[in-house]
């Protein structure tokens, strides 16, 4: 889990709310075990906010269990330490797009501690999300994973107009700066 403590060293979290998340997060690292093992009732999943940077507009999920759109991302799979490989390789399966690289910088871009529904034979339990910025060449080219997860370019504006979730805004408020818009 190294790699995921050398990212978290190098975050500044903004506000008292991400500090506490990323202390559980730091307190579920320390446990030494897997991280990521879905059997916890929290554990580490990494998601992307990804950007079209000439364009300035992101791309958006459908999550069915959510009911909601937002960011693509998801679970390590075994094996899995590093959550910007964990992240790379979900948004290329939920996409389709294989250009995907950290924007502007393959540091941490926000962290937080989510509440999941019960669903999928699993019961409800959170996610300790570590989310980064990833950018595209070629938005044209997004292919959804399946007809339930529909995916959509939208402006920023769009973006919050269509999200009700709080960090999902807040993580399109941190991406607004850096596109200079």
């Given at each position: 889990m190294?790699?995921?403590?050398?990212?978290l060293d190098r975050y500044q979290p903004a506000g008292d709310a991400e500090t506490a998340d990323i202390q559980r997060v730091r307190a579920l690292l320390e446990t030494g075990g897997d991280p990521y093992r879905r059997d916890l009732s929290l554990h580490v999943t990494a998601s992307a906010l990804i950007v079209h940077p000439p364009t300035g507009r992101v791309l958006l999920r459908w999550h069915q269990?959510?009911?909601?759109?937002?960011?693509?991302?998801?679970?390590?799979?075994?094996?899995?330490t590093d959550p910007l490989a964990v992240v790379a390789r979900e948004a290329e399966e939920e996409t389709g797009l294989i250009d995907l690289v950290p924007w502007p910088d393959a540091e941490i871009k926000q962290v937080v501690i989510v509440n999941?529904?019960?669903?999928k034979g699993e019961p409800a339990h959170q996610h300790a999300d570590v989310r980064f910025f990833m950018a595209t060449n070629v938005p044209d080219a997004i292919r959804a994973e399946n007809a339930q997860a529909q995916l959509r370019w939208l402006t920023l504006?769009?973006?919050?107009?269509?999200?009700s979730e709080?960090?999902?805004r807040e993580a399109l408020a941190r991406i607004e700066?850096?596109?200079g818009l």
């Open positions: 190294a790699d995921l403590t050398a990212l269990r959510q009911q909601a759109w937002l960011q693509v991302g998801g679970h390590g799979d075994p094996g899995e999941v529904p019960p669903g504006p769009e973006a919050r107009d269509t999200t709080p960090n999902l700066p850096l596109l």
